[in-house]
């Protein structure tokens, strides 16, 4: 069974810095690319950044281009999203989502429960 | 910027019947396009990948079509349990998108 769990999250100054992480299981991880997705508190969904199944080719969102950093450990099994000079309006609750990849596309298929960040004095 | 445009953004509906939402982007996408369900304080679960294609475990009420710039995702004899938020997602591109989500309430 895929599963996908984050932690890390939690209360946050602004301008200071937080990293949340996501544990997989259940699926060779090293084969995936991986996603990270956020849902501020009663909005939609906001996708924030991609990295390859490698971990060589990243991409960002603009609201967050060089503010964050993704990153994964194949050997752990675990994706990482280091937020830095965090704002009010990075508060949400963040996703990490598998992305597979077939002949006709590639789609976020599994998501995690989400971890809760809240930038506030 | 690919942008992706839901109709409607709420709909109250009664159980049994038949519910269309509808996607729009902003340019072509081909059959890269995907539902989510997302029920509260739940994350999402994909429904339809590819426009059309129907996720492993979906109830076969739920159905999608469309390609290019038009999609359409229909639930067939609405059930309680289908009262959710429902987002269409591009993966065309970078940066990925999102529609801004149907609200579903059941009567």
């Known amino acids: 069974e895929v599963q996908l769990v984050e932690s890390g999250g939690g209360l946050v100054q602004p301008g200071g810095s937080l990293r949340v992480s996501c544990a997989a299981s259940?699926?060779?991880?090293?084969?995936?690319?991986m996603n990270w997705v956020r849902q501020a508190p009663g909005k939609g969904l906001e996708w924030v950044s991609y990295?390859?199944?490698?971990?060589?080719?990243?991409h960002y969102a603009d609201s967050v281009k060089g503010r964050f950093s993704i990153s994964r450990d194949n050997a752990k099994n675990s994706l990482y999203l280091q937020m830095n000079t965090l704002r009010a309006e990075d508060t949400a609750v963040y996703y990490c989502?598998?992305?597979?990849?077939?002949?006709?596309?590639?789609?976020?298929?599994?998501w995690g429960q989400g971890t809760l960040v809240t930038v506030s004095s | 910027e690919i942008v992706l445009t839901q109709s409607p953004d709420f709909q109250s509906v009664t159980p049994k019947e038949k519910v269309t939402i509808t996607c729009r982007a902003s340019?072509?996408?081909?059959?890269?396009l995907h539902w989510y369900q997302q029920k509260p304080d739940q994350s999402p679960k994909l429904l339809i990948k590819?426009?059309?294609q129907s996720f492993s475990g979906v109830p076969s009420r739920f159905s999608g079509s469309g390609s290019g710039t038009d999609f359409t995702l229909t639930i067939n004899s609405l059930e309680a349990e289908d009262a959710a938020t429902y987002y269409c997602?591009?993966?065309?591109?970078?940066?990925?998108?999102f529609g801004q989500g149907t609200k579903l309430e059941i009567k």
């Open positions: 989502a598998r992305r597979y990849c077939s002949t006709t596309g590639c789609v976020n298929d599994y």
């Open positions: 259940g699926f060779t991880f090293s084969g995936y690319e």
């Open positions: 990295v390859s199944s490698g971990g060589t080719t990243m």
């Open positions: 340019q072509s996408i081909g059959s890269n």
């Open positions: 997602h591009q993966s065309s591109s970078f940066p990925y998108t």
């Open positions: 590819y426009a059309s």
